[in-house]
T-cell receptor, first 115, second 108 residues
C-alpha cells in the first residue's frame, strides 16, 4: 500500500514570497491533516479536513496560510507571503479509524526554509 | 491548547542500555500514543494505550498508561543503533496533540 506522498521535499524561498505544498493521502482515507513542525518541537496541527470539508482550522494563521482539498483527495497548503518564522517542516497525515482512535499515517514532510 | 511535556529532552546512551522516557499532560487523555520520528521522515506510530494502568509491549518497547490518565511512560530495552530518533507522545483530544519530544542517540 502506497504511503502519504508530499512534494516538494525541500523548498527555500525569500521572505514575502509565496509557496505551495502538495499532499496525496493514502487511498480511501477521508481525513487529512496538515501539521507544522518547527525544529526541536513536536508537530502542531494547522488544519484538519474530513473529505473536502474543514473540521478544524483554529490554529491556521489565516492571514497568510490557506489550504484546500477540492475533490476530497489531494490537498495543497499555501503560504503567502512567507515570514522567517514559517521555516519548518510541513507534515501531511491521513487517517483511518483504528480501534478507539484515528491512527495517523504521516508523509515525509516538506522542509521549508525562509531567508 | 493542551500541553504534553516530555522528559528528558535528549538522551545519549550506549548500545545495549535500557532507556526510559515519560510524558505528562495538563489534562486527562483517554488514549496515549507513542511515535518515533527518524531524520527526514514523518512520525510513525509505535504503541497505543487505551486505558489507565495499561501496560503494552511491542518488541523491545514497553509503554504504560498512567493511572491518573495524565502521564505515560515508554521504555526501550537493550537499545540498538536504529533506535536513534525523536520519540513523541501524543494524545487525541478535540484535536491531536503532540509532546515536545525526546531525542535519543545510541552510541555503538
Amino acid at each position: 500500500e502506497a504511503g502519504v506522498a508530499q512534494s516538494p521535499r525541500y523548498k527555500i524561498i525569500e521572505k514575502r514570497q509565496s509557496v505551495a505544498f502538495w499532499c496525496n493521502p493514502i487511498s480511501g482515507h477521508a481525513t487529512l491533516y496538515w501539521y507544522q513542525q518547527i525544529l526541536g518541537q513536536g508537530p502542531k496541527l494547522l488544519i484538519q479536513f474530513q473529505n473536502n470539508g474543514v473540521v478544524d482550522d483554529s490554529q491556521l494563521p489565516k492571514d497568510r496560510f490557506s489550504a484546500e482539498r477540492l475533490k476530497g483527495v489531494d490537498s495543497t497548503l499555501k503560504i503567502q507571503p512567507a515570514k522567517l518564522e514559517d521555516s519548518a517542516v510541513y507534515l501531511c497525515a491521513s487517517t483511518e479509524f483504528s480501534g478507539s482512535f484515528y491512527e495517523q499515517y504521516f508523509g515525509p514532510g516538506t522542509r521549508l526554509t525562509v531567508t | 491548547g493542551q500541553q504534553l511535556n516530555q522528559s528528558p529532552q535528549s538522551m545519549f546512551i550506549q548500545e545495549g542500555e535500557d532507556v526510559s522516557m515519560n510524558c505528562t499532560s495538563s489534562s486527562i487523555f483517554n488514549t496515549w500514543l507513542w511515535y518515533k520520528q527518524d531524520p527526514g521522515e514523518g512520525p510513525v506510530l509505535l504503541i497505543a494505550l487505551y486505558k489507565a494502568g495499561e501496560l503494552t509491549s511491542n518488541g523491545r518497547l514497553t509503554a504504560q498508561f498512567g493511572i491518573t490518565r495524565k502521564d505515560s511512560f515508554l521504555n526501550i530495552s537493550a537499545s540498538i543503533p536504529s533506535d536513534v530518533g525523536i520519540y513523541f507522545c501524543a494524545g487525541p483530544g478535540n484535536q491531536f496533540y503532540f509532546g515536545t519530544g525526546t531525542s535519543l542517540t545510541v552510541i555503538p
